[in-house]
T-cell receptor, first 114, second 117 residues
Framework: DQQVKQNSPSLSVQEGRISILNCDYTNSMFDYFLWYKKYPAEGPTFLISISSIKDKNEDGRFTVFLNKSAKHLSLHIVPSQPGDSAVYFCAASGANTGGFKTIFGAGTRLFVKA | DTGVSQDPRHKITKRGQNVTFRCDPISEHNRLYWYRQTLGQGPEFLTYFQNEAQLEKSRLLSDRFSAERPKGSFSTLEIQRTEQGDSAMYLC???????????????FGEGSWLTVV
């Protein structure tokens, strides 16, 4: 039962353009959402998060949008840089995940072409 | 460096041997999590501690797996009688509960790669 879904395994974007990574979730009790970035052979690095009381959170080049009615969130990276090439994981937590454990999607591999 | 640290980073072992991984969380964090990640998948929850108490274990954690956090600081994850299917990256993460302004954000270590041959 995949509660957090990233349906695009990979995404390729030209340097300087916008990267949009999407994520869907099924559990309406999730109230906190996160994005992590992962390079090969390293642990995931926290990127940005959003609480369910907001619909947008911005941090530099990274913006996360939350659409609760659609159970959908997205990560926008503008402008994209070659160093952004990595796997991006969407994650969610909430009161009914048992101790608020964080549940992850399968990831989207982003390629930013120079 | 005050991040989450894991040791060893890489371990190659023969099937049937026991292995142990260690995790040192961020010092002020009272929650510690273990996850497992295989190729093409996101991190899968295994277990978590609040201080020294193990509060939840996933069904993924078979009886060959045991985790401890004896003094509420570092944690160990032991896998007994390893099988080839145990080959994965084992990730440790920590967080501070109750949540502050950063919500339930967990911070990962670099991971420990296990290869069972």
């Amino acid at each position: 039962d995949q509660q957090v879904k990233q349906n695009s395994p990979s995404l390729s974007v030209q340097e300087g353009r916008i990267s949009i990574l999407n994520c869907d979730y099924t559990n309406s009790m999730f109230d906190y959402f996160l994005w992590y970035k992962k390079y090969p052979a390293e642990g995931p690095t926290f990127l940005i998060s959003i609480s369910s009381i907001k619909d947008k959170n911005e941090d530099g080049r990274f913006t996360v949008f939350l659409n609760k009615s659609a159970k959908h969130l997205s990560l926008h990276i503008v402008p994209s840089q070659p160093g952004d090439s990595a796997v991006y994981f969407c994650a969610a937590s909430g009161a009914n995940t048992g101790g608020f454990k964080t549940i992850f999607g399968a990831g989207t591999r982003l390629f930013v072409k120079a | 460096d005050t991040g989450v640290s894991q040791d060893p980073r890489h371990k190659i072992t023969k099937r049937g041997q026991n292995v142990t991984f260690r995790c040192d969380p961020i010092s002020e964090h009272n929650r510690l999590y273990w996850y497992r990640q295989t190729l093409g998948q996101g991190p899968e929850f295994l277990t978590y501690f609040q201080n020294e108490a193990q509060l939840e274990k996933s069904r993924l954690l078979s009886d060959r797996f045991s985790a401890e956090r004896p003094k509420g600081s570092f944690s160990t994850l032991e896998i007994q009688r390893t099988e080839q299917g145990d080959s994965a990256m084992y990730l440790c993460a920590s967080s501070l509960y109750p949540w502050g302004q950063h919500g339930n954000t967990i911070y990962f270590g670099e991971g420990s790669w296990l290869t069972v041959v």
